[in-house]
């Protein structure tokens, strides 16, 4: 019985990866995307003029949604410190199967300004793999629209 | 799930509710321990410390000019005040004179991002009270004050523009252009924004008689700033200790009443117009000239310095001690974190579900708290 049902999930496996569904799902994701944030600091006012109406992200499919389970990428911005750290690994483990995560801002990417700090982690990179980096201290509005476009265009 | 440390949570006796500090989003993470008995908050404790980047420790053996762009990041909402402090200490003790001109470039950008800062707290007052128009409308008005301050800076949040001595360009024929355009269309704007806060029956019903802060809390816990002038206490820096021009141009301080939160919401909406008038005297009056004195013996200063201004938070006071042109001791005075212990004085007696418009409704920079 075991080894049938082995079989059974090793088939229904291949089939989410190489079928239609995969294709549909993909399809979904290149119109729009969901997007769960973890700001900290300046770069959190940026994403949030995201929202407003000068630079309308809803145009492009792009929502933020209020939990990581909803999310098909997770945005981490802004200094990440020790005390930090366990929250962002607990985030990332709720987080769905396939886990994106796009680094906002320099303090992101390697620390930033803060680099010497005791306090401060040196990066994402050190916890987790990053699939984007967007530069900038903290970045213009543009820069992440921009961004998550490239990641949507990923999946056409 | 393993890495997550549950038992430290659990050990602590006497809460019930954990809000954890990633609930918040766009910027907020403070975790907030929570006592009730019968529904009603009596006990409440911050959790805070998620944002510590060490700058004090960071800018120790810096030079002088090389330490503005990392004061800058003390605040994130306005982050011009945090140097104006910083380059006012320098000037007082080490006796440089500041141009006129600098002076008056100095107070119209301090007022500009005192209005992004205050409208930045209306946005998330829209957020958590759910009116989502008036949050768009918000962020419109925000994004044109920001590339006001982009025009004249070079950056939106973090500009690295006041220097020891005066500022570090003049302001350009279009930026003055493009201020007259702002001025005459934002008066009529921010009326609208008004309608939506002030004459919306929903938003002051809930606001009104919600989360009072007693005179005698905030006189123990040193409030300053919007929250202490809405108990009605008259107290504010740039006319009790004049800096700058402030002595020269003619305006008014807004004062509430109670100290709840709809005073707190009214203080701010008057900042924000008493400010648009201190712009407009300010380039009504601006003289020509230069904009910045050059000290050529900047290196060889030594000396203990201490300053303080009117941020958008409160007052913002810095102790600055200087060896040969190197920084050795900087200590920053913040005012958000007093506004953080006064929230949880203030939330006493209230129910669950009004934490989160209280905590807005103090307008904490946790950036400033933490450091």
Do not use: A, C, H, M
């Given at each position: 019985m075991k080894i049938l049902l082995r079989k059974m999930v090793h088939k229904v496996r291949n089939f989410k990866k190489f079928s239609l569904f995969n294709k549909l799902t993909n399809w979904v994701k290149s119109t729009s995307i969901n997007i769960y944030c973890f700001t900290s600091g300046c770069c959190g006012n940026e994403i949030l003029a995201?929202?407003?109406?000068?630079?309308?992200?809803e145009r492009w499919g792009i929502n933020f949604v209020s939990s990581p389970e909803r999310a098909d990428v997770i945005m981490v911005s802004g200094t990440i410190t020790e005390k930090m750290k366990p929250i962002l690994e607990d985030l990332y483990n709720s987080f769905g199967n396939e886990k994106v995560l796009i680094a906002v801002g320099s303090c992101a990417i390697n620390?930033?300004?803060?680099?010497?700090?005791?306090?401060?982690?040196?990066?994402?990179k050190e916890i987790f793999n990053v699939d984007l980096y967007v530069p900038g201290c903290p970045p213009r509005p543009e820069a992440i629209i921009n961004a998550i476009l490239k990641y949507k265009d990923h999946f056409k | 799930m393993e890495n997550r440390k549950i038992k430290d949570y659990e050990e602590i006796e006497g809460y019930d509710i954990y809000i954890e500090?990633?609930?918040?989003?766009?910027?907020f993470p403070v975790g907030l321990y929570i006592a009730l008995k019968d529904g009603v908050i009596i006990n409440i404790k911050p959790e805070f410390g998620y944002l510590t980047t060490g700058v004090e420790k960071v800018v120790e053996g810096m030079e002088i000019d090389k330490a503005i762009p990392f004061i800058d990041r003390v605040d994130s909402s306005s982050a011009i005040s945090p140097e104006l402090t910083y380059c006012i200490g320098l000037e007082k003790t080490f006796k440089i004179d500041v141009p006129l001109r600098a002076k008056f470039i100095r107070t119209a950008l301090c007022e500009l991002s005192r209005i992004s800062s205050h409208l930045l707290w209306l946005t998330r007052l829209a957020n958590v009270l759910g009116i989502n128009n008036a949050l768009h409308y918000c962020l419109r008005e925000r994004e044109e004050v920001l590339h006001l301050i982009e025009l004249a800076?070079?950056?939106?949040?973090?500009?690295?523009?006041?220097?020891?001595?005066?500022?570090a360009s003049n302001l350009s024929p279009r930026f003055i252009e493009e201020f007259r355009k702002f001025f005459r269309s934002f008066r009529k704007n921010f009326n609208m924004l008004k309608t939506f806060f002030l004459e919306n029956e929903l938003v002051v019903n809930r606001l009104n008689n919600l989360g009072v802060l007693i005179e005698e809390d905030a006189k123990n816990l040193a409030i300053t700033g919007p929250n202490l002038r809405a108990l009605g206490i008259k107290k504010d820096v740039r006319i009790?200790?004049?800096?700058?021009?402030y002595d020269e141009i003619s305006f008014k301080i807004p004062v509430g009443e109670k100290g709840d939160s709809l005073d707190r919401c009214i203080v701010r909406m008057g900042e924000i117009e008493q400010s648009t008038s201190i712009i407009s005297q300010a380039f009504y009056k601006m003289p020509e000239g230069e904009i910045r004195t050059y000290t050529?013996?900047?290196?060889?200063f030594s000396g203990n310095t201490r300053s303080h201004i009117e941020c958008p938070h409160g007052e913002l006071a810095m102790e600055i001690s200087i060896d040969e042109g190197k920084i050795t001791k900087l200590r920053i005075k913040s005012p958000s974190y007093n506004n953080l212990l006064a929230f949880s004085r203030a939330v006493l007696g209230e129910s669950v579900e009004d934490v989160e418009v209280i905590l807005t409704s103090f307008d904490i920079c946790v950036c400033e708290v933490d450091k």
């Open positions: 995201i929202l407003g109406p000068l630079y309308d992200s620390g930033g300004p803060f680099y010497k700090s005791d306090f401060v982690l040196k990066g994402v | 500090p990633q609930f918040r989003p766009f910027g800076t070079g950056s939106r949040l973090t500009p690295n523009f006041i220097r020891v001595g005066g500022v009790d200790d004049t800096y700058g021009i050529e013996d900047i290196n060889q």
